[in-house]
């Protein structure tokens, strides 16, 4: 570049000022020509891959051949990037709870001096993945086959793994540099509720598709929607819709992969809303063959290794069933056996009963910490809006996508339907 | 202080540039020119200062982990809470790079950046210097060139004296051997060496757009005590702006968005996804900014 020089020659006054007002016009343009560009191509590149036009062209196919492709897809060797972001709309107090993986709205200082030991901090991943159930999360996953599965929560400054090879599952989680460990078909929770294979257990575009397509019947509208690309990958769009009014469910969407039949996209949207209140989708995905080393795992030199079995018994000696919102319910007698169900299809609603004395408090003080003047029915009411009808009067809890109905008398009414189809359930 | 970098330029700098007006400058002369600029900016005392600091807090952040861990305890109450990594520290060494990293990149790094960067033409000029550097047919956009490059060079110094302290604090305090990833995988110290530099690089890069913008406000004032302020406090305004989860659209502009981008290197596999668009966030703004400088600098008025 030649060297500039705006103020050195002899030149006449009027016609130097000028020059050089002219030239700091034009090189002012440069900066603002840069940004331009800048702002062209980021803005730009984005908004094509979003527009219509740019949607893979493919041969039409109808519903049913989508359908039999997604459930009959051979893949079971992939590895990815998955992005997870639910917005369920949960009140303020239980998604705190569900992000802080452990504590729990109904136990508050449970545990009392085991917390001291940081039995609230393990990398038992029942602690961890309620972490899923709010806001946006990555998640790495690699499964090749039925028998080795790995994911990683990839959070800003820490990750948690877990790893499934065989008979072995090992959780990391960075954060705490603790292990969690399970073996054999041992890795049961200690409540007694089966833990489950991987793959069953997480929110992979695979199982919550599946899950979607269980409830396909005459209650429901299944067609091919357009097409779509996932993490660049051409892909149908399966649009599914319930037919019932009383569902809180507006559409289900699964983008299924038009060459293997894999899902690669779930978006769950609630009914008048334009925002998903579960999206789980691939951003990137490959089916070969995950490399072998990616399912083998040693506990980390220094770290503090939890055994799934010295869990179960030190949960056993103390005489509660676990920790965590989850297996409180459980350990307060919340069984299965006491479950029933009321309509059908999406409009199908949970009944259950609490246990004599949850709601008044004394159901907790057995063995149980609670903090001074915690009131479950205060807490219950500050969560929803009280009713009333035929069975007396409740609480619901309401969210976007699932309501539930507490009533004075200790019945449990938890259904994917409005508040107005909840009462009229209770109500039969 | 002062006086004595103006009788620095005039008798370093100036001075010969003068005495051979014809003397075109070459590259030679752009790289000599680029080494005055260097020795300017590494002598002054207020760059030592910065690099003292710099240098300090790892060693802090070292003791404290240590004093706190002394009878068995674990770093952080054990619940992961703290800055990151710090429950990986007490195992091995090498993490205190990362976390003293994490800890300085949110305001002392930029800080010390946003010190140098818009002292560079405003400083100068407030104390009468640059006409006498602009005296000599340097050009410039040469002495721009030589003073940005300057500043670059000063970035990765700064990330340089946070990651050695570190590393030397850490070595001196906790165990070296394996690391282990955030992903649970273990790699060999040596391989953990090169995740530090290959970190320390990211970092350093990931202050450029700062830098950029520094050296920008300080060609639009004569005061360099104005550009410095002006430039943290741009610093500090746009860190809140990404904090702010209701503006998460504009978030993935903003210079400061991918800063702990550096944490997907301690992967395994490592995520470049972030790293990448750290890096183009980054040259963006230099594109800018950069551009943005040389059109003031090269068309103002320089009366002082």
């Given at each position: 570049m030649a060297p500039i020089e705006p103020t050195t020659h002899d030149q006449d006054p009027g016609d130097e000022t000028r020059s050089l007002r002219r030239r700091r016009t034009v090189r002012l343009l440069v900066p603002v020509a840069v940004a331009g560009v800048a702002a062209g191509t980021i803005g730009l590149v984005p908004a094509l891959a979003d527009s219509g036009s740019s949607d893979p062209k493919l041969p039409g196919v109808t519903a049913e051949e989508l359908v039999t492709k997604l459930a009959g897809t051979q893949v079971d060797t992939f590895s990815g990037t998955v992005k997870i972001s639910t917005d369920l709309g949960l009140p303020g107090l239980i998604a705190g709870g569900a992000s802080g993986a452990g504590s729990s709205p109904f136990g508050p200082g449970a545990g009392g001096e085991e917390d001291a030991e940081g039995a609230g901090a393990t990398a038992d991943p029942r602690s961890q993945l309620p972490?899923?159930?709010?806001?946006?999360?990555t998640v790495r996953v690699a499964v090749d086959g039925p028998d080795k599965q790995r994911l990683s929560i990839v959070d800003e400054t820490s990750e948690y793994s877990l790893i499934h090879?065989?008979?072995?599952?090992?959780?990391?989680?960075?954060?705490?540099?603790?292990?969690?460990?399970?073996?054999?078909?041992?890795?049961?929770?200690?409540?007694?509720?089966?833990?489950?294979?991987?793959?069953?257990?997480?929110?992979?575009?695979?199982?919550?598709?599946?899950?979607?397509?269980?409830?396909?019947?005459?209650?429901?509208?299944?067609?091919?929607?357009?097409?779509?690309?996932?993490?660049?990958?051409?892909?149908?769009?399966?649009?599914?819709?319930?037919?019932?009014?009383?569902?809180?469910?507006?559409?289900v969407r699964i983008a299924v992969d038009a060459e293997n039949g894999a899902p690669l996209k779930f978006t769950l949207t609630p009914k008048g809303s334009e925002r998903a209140a579960v999206d789980i989708g691939f951003t990137k995905v490959s089916f070969a063959e995950p490399k072998a080393g990616s399912f083998d795992f040693t506990p980390p030199k220094g770290a503090e290794v939890t055994e799934a079995e010295d869990l179960r018994e030190k949960a056993d000696a103390a005489g509660e069933s676990a920790r965590g919102s989850f297996e409180d319910l459980a350990g307060l007698g919340l069984n299965p056996g006491d479950v029933s169900l009321i309509g059908e299809g999406w409009d199908s609603v949970l009944r259950t009963e609490l246990p004599e004395g949850v709601l008044s408090g004394k159901a907790f003080e057995k063995g149980k910490q609670l903090p001074e003047g915690f009131d479950p029915k205060t807490l219950l009411n500050s969560l929803g809006d009280r009713v009333d009808g035929d069975f007396g009067e409740g609480t619901v809890i309401t969210s976007r996508l699932v309501n539930v109905l507490v009533t004075d008398d200790g019945q449990v009414y938890l259904g994917a339907v409005t508040k107005d189809a909840l009462i009229a359930a209770a109500e039969k | 202080m002062l006086r004595v970098d103006t009788e620095e330029r005039a008798g370093e700098v100036v001075t010969p540039r003068v005495a051979e007006p014809l003397a075109r400058p070459g590259r030679s002369g752009t790289l000599s020119l680029f080494w005055s600029e260097l020795g300017l900016t590494f002598r002054r005392w207020r760059t030592l200062a910065l690099f003292a600091i710099l240098a300090v807090i790892p060693v802090v952040v070292g003791i404290a982990v240590k004093i706190e861990t002394r009878d068995g305890g674990v770093a952080g109450g054990g619940d992961g809470e703290g800055p990151a990594f710090l429950s990986q520290v007490t195992n091995n060494s090498l993490f205190l790079v990362f976390t003293s990293l994490a800890v300085t990149l949110p305001f002392f790094l930029p800080m010390a950046i946003g010190v140098i960067a818009g002292d560079a033409v405003a400083g100068e000029a407030g104390v009468g210097t640059l006409r006498y550097l602009l005296v000599a047919p340097a050009g410039r956009s040469r002495l721009l060139l030589a003073k940005a490059n300057a500043t670059a060079v000063f970035c990765a110094a700064a990330v340089l004296v946070v990651s050695v302290s570190a590393l030397l604090t850490g070595m001196a305090l906790f165990p070296v051997g394996d690391v282990t990833l955030l992903s649970g995988s273990t790699i060999s110290f040596g391989d953990g060496l090169l995740r530090v530099l290959a970190v320390a690089g990211v970092v350093a890069a990931s202050l450029l757009g700062l830098a950029a913008i520094g050296l920008f406000i300080s060609t639009l004032t004569n005061s360099g005590i104005a550009a410095m302020a002006t430039t943290v406090g741009v610093m500090i305004t746009v860190q809140i702006l990404d904090a702010i989860p209701q503006l998460d659209m504009i978030h993935p502009y903003l210079f400061p968005h991918y800063w702990l981008g550096f944490v997907d290197l301690v992967r395994d596999p490592v995520i470049w996804d972030q790293v990448q668009d750290n890096l183009v966030l980054q040259a963006v703004y230099v594109a800018i900014f950069g551009s943005a400088a040389w059109a003031r600098f090269t068309t103002r008025d320089i009366s002082a």
């Open positions: 972490a899923l159930l709010s806001g946006s999360h090879n065989a008979d072995q599952v090992w959780a990391y989680d960075s954060a705490t540099n603790q292990v969690f460990h399970a073996e054999g078909g041992d890795h049961r929770a200690p409540g007694g509720q089966h833990e489950g294979r991987l793959p069953a257990e997480l929110p992979t575009p695979q199982e919550a598709a599946e899950q979607a397509l269980a409830a396909v019947d005459a209650t429901t509208s299944v067609t091919v929607d357009g097409t779509s690309e996932v993490a660049g990958r051409d892909a149908y769009d399966l649009l599914i819709t319930p037919k019932q009014d009383g569902s809180t469910v507006g559409s | -």
